[in-house]
Nanobody
Framework: QLQLAEPGGASVQAGGSLRPSCSVS????????RGWFRQAPGKERGGVAV???????AYAEPVKGRFTISQNNTERTLYMQMNSLTVDESGTYLC?????????????????????WGQGTQVTVSA
């Protein structure tokens, strides 16, 4: 199971920062790829960033340079530092995992590849 460590969500003003976290069961270590996806009302769920067990990362173009995904293998926790947030980046952030690394499958934004999903945490960015 994937469990989010921030139930209840978080709010921040535009330009601010947040750092959601996700606890990941040991089943998904060491070989896997896990990351964050965003679901906004009326919009399709989309990939934000992923990291695999080899430390390789991939980011959606709009967040490059502002978001940093990381993981603590000892704690089995996934993080995503989000800086300079915009109002459009509000939504439910979900962590997810697949059992294929980025090296084996570089394409990472296909939702159906991810068989495990967290419950999601609400992020609200206000103007």
């Amino acid at each position: 199971q994937l469990q989010l460590a921030e139930p209840g969500g978080a709010s921040v003003q535009a330009g601010g920062s947040l750092r959601p976290s996700c606890s990941v069961s040991k089943f998904f270590f060491p070989t896997s790829c896990r990351g964050w996806f965003r679901q906004a009302p009326g919009k399709e769920r989309g990939g934000v960033a992923v990291i695999d067990s080899d430390g390789r990362t991939a980011y959606a173009e709009p967040v490059k340079g502002r978001f940093t995904i990381s993981q603590n293998n000892t704690e089995r926790t996934l993080y995503m530092q989000m800086n300079s947030l915009t109002v459009d980046e509000s939504g439910t952030y979900l962590c997810a995992a697949r059992l294929v690394t980025l090296n084996d499958r570089p394409t990472w934004e296909k939702l159906s590849d991810y068989g495990w999903w967290g419950q999601g945490t609400q992020v609200t960015v206000s103007a």
